[in-house]
């Protein structure tokens, strides 16, 4: 059997389809070359542990230096510095037996274990002292260690750094995790690593335990042209093509996070195909596999998913969802925390879903509870009943969640801790039971704007639809002229403004009407509610 489209761990180019994972990190090699000290952050499954252990491999060929990877992965639990110390020592001499020219090294002779605050810095001055090359050595998942045992952790390695002079130490050494660790910002300062390291965490305070790192580095996400080059390694060796719009899409969807391509293209050839290579991958095969994605909630998504619990990324999500113009300074932790996770993104406008995928997932999670609500109400109209001329009846449709609305407003508004965000989750609940099976909807999180844009297609039809939450009397004339620009956007003659109105003392009857105004040729409906 030949390579295949790994989702599952570190690529092994034996075994997967892999594009050089140091592409996608420059600036690590001059750092090594340099001796200096270094952080790689990345979100979840983007190739970190594949870097490393590429890297390590790469540097123990050369021969000038001894490299040695190390996961602290597995001591997430153990919350003391006496028992974590001790544990990381035991990881590093496991590691360190499995490296040529480390492997019979007696560098713990004379190392006491028990001397916490200081034994890791004794047992790296010993093996630095005594290894017959310089040592790299890299620390994958650093970021998961508890408070105590972390604060001791990066204490003894700062200390051993800037003791190299008059002691041997690590030659480099690279700190790899999710999340970049920082200081607050009053103690900022170029490679300062941390502030928070989980939610119920407080500052580290006003002294950076390790501030000798010198550069932190990221692994990008794939361009198009890599994502090519990754499915044409397939090809290559089956003869299956992956079509230039497929290819193109799988982009588009993804933003090129790397577990999201392959995972496409795994769902694409290994289940929708059955490994009928002759068959080409085609744009509608890539649509379908991410719908299985989605609805199946593989590990990738689900571990996102339970962040969407977590105070400090609602506090951040929620507004991106309703459009709101909350500004997030780029020094907040909760801001830093959440593109960390990688479930947002920085662009021009502001934040915005990581991908199309995650946005679509995100929409979909915390609208669940609403759909369940309405699926309990037994709300049985078929979907053949807001068909019309093979696209859909947005009067019939919209109207009868205008209803649906008025009676089940309040009681919805339980459905999720993001109340703010309950209309949203609501209406596109409504909508996804009806398009489910006959279409799509796509969002656009439009930070900054207040509003949310969506386009549903069924059929051969598009339907643009905005929804805003009513702010001050000026909230029609924006949504009016952001709906014109929408529509010209998507090339439509017809568009839809739901506009929400969450005052108490506003009688439903206010609330709730239908009205048309025009823009040129261009027909716009507005949706009280």
Avoid at 30 to 38: D, H, K, P, S, V
Avoid at 201 to 208: A, E, I
Avoid at 464 to 490: F, H
Wanted: aromatic share 8%.
């Amino acid at each position: 059997m030949g390579r295949f489209f790994n989702i599952a761990g570190p690529c092994i180019p034996t075994l997967h389809y892999m594009l050089p994972p140091e592409d996608r990190c420059r600036g690590m090699d001059a750092l090594i070359e340099q001796g200096l000290y270094f952080v790689i952050h990345a979100a979840r499954q983007s190739g970190k542990t594949t870097l490393l252990q590429s890297a390590v491999h790469a540097l123990n060929k050369e021969g000038r230096r001894l490299a040695v990877y190390c996961s602290l992965e597995t001591l997430r639990t153990v919350k003391e510095q006496k028992e974590a110390i001790p544990a990381i020592i035991g990881k590093l001499e496991e590691e360190a037996r499995l490296t040529p020219g480390l492997e019979s090294l007696a560098w713990l002779d004379g190392v006491d274990l028990t001397r916490t605050t200081n034994a890791l810095n004794a047992a790296l001055r010993r093996l630095a002292a005594l290894a017959p090359k310089p040592v790299v050595l890299f620390f994958d998942e650093a970021d998961c260690l508890a408070e105590e045992p972390l604060l001791s952790f990066l204490a003894q390695l700062r200390d051993g750094y800037v003791n190299r002079s008059r002691a041997p130490f690590i030659h480099t050494l690279g700190l790899v995790g999710m999340r970049n660790i920082r200081l607050p910002a009053r103690c900022a300062q170029a490679g300062d690593y941390k502030v928070k390291v989980r939610e119920d965490s407080q500052t580290l305070g006003g002294v950076s335990p390790f501030n000798v790192v010198t550069e932190a580095l990221t692994l990008r996400n794939f361009t198009e042209a890599e994502i090519a080059e990754l499915y044409g390694q397939h090809t290559a060796e089956t003869g299956q093509v992956f079509e230039p719009l497929a290819v193109a899409r799988v982009g588009e969807q993804t933003g090129g996070q790397p577990w999201l391509v392959n995972a496409i293209a795994r769902e694409c050839v290994e289940k929708l195909l059955g490994r009928a290579f002759t068959q080409p991958v085609t744009t509608a095969l890539v649509d379908q596999a991410i719908e299985n994605i989605i609805l199946r909630r593989d590990t990738h998504i689900d571990s996102l998913l339970e962040r969407l619990k977590e105070s400090r990324v609602r506090r951040v999500i929620e507004p991106v969802l309703v459009g709101d113009i909350r500004a997030f300074s780029p020094a907040d932790d909760d801001y830093r925390y959440v593109v960390d996770l990688g479930l947002l993104t920085e662009g021009p406008a502001g934040l915005r879903a990581a991908n199309p995928i995650y946005g679509e997932v995100l929409v979909r999670t915390l609208s669940w509870q609403a759909q369940l609500r309405m699926d309990d109400m037994r709300l049985n109209t078929p979907r053949s009943a807001y068909e019309r001329g093979g696209g859909l009846d947005l009067r019939r449709l919209l109207g009868d969640f205008q209803q649906f609305w008025r009676e089940n407003a309040e009681m919805m508004g339980d459905s999720t801790e993001y109340v703010e965000a309950v209309p949203h989750l609501v209406l596109q609940a409504f909508l996804q039971r009806v398009v489910n099976g006959g279409g799509r909807i796509h969002r656009e999180f439009a930070l900054g704007r207040q509003r949310m844009d969506l386009l549903i297609e069924y059929s051969a039809e598009r339907y643009p639809v905005e929804i805003k939450l009513w702010r001050s009397e000026k909230t029609l004339a924006e949504g009016l002229a952001q709906l014109v620009e929408y529509v010209e956007r998507v090339g439509r003659l017809e568009g839809w403004l739901v506009i929400f109105d969450r005052r108490p003392e506003r009688p439903w009857d206010k609330r709730i009407y239908w009205r048309e105004e025009t823009r040129g040729n261009r027909t716009l409906h507005v949706v009280g509610c």
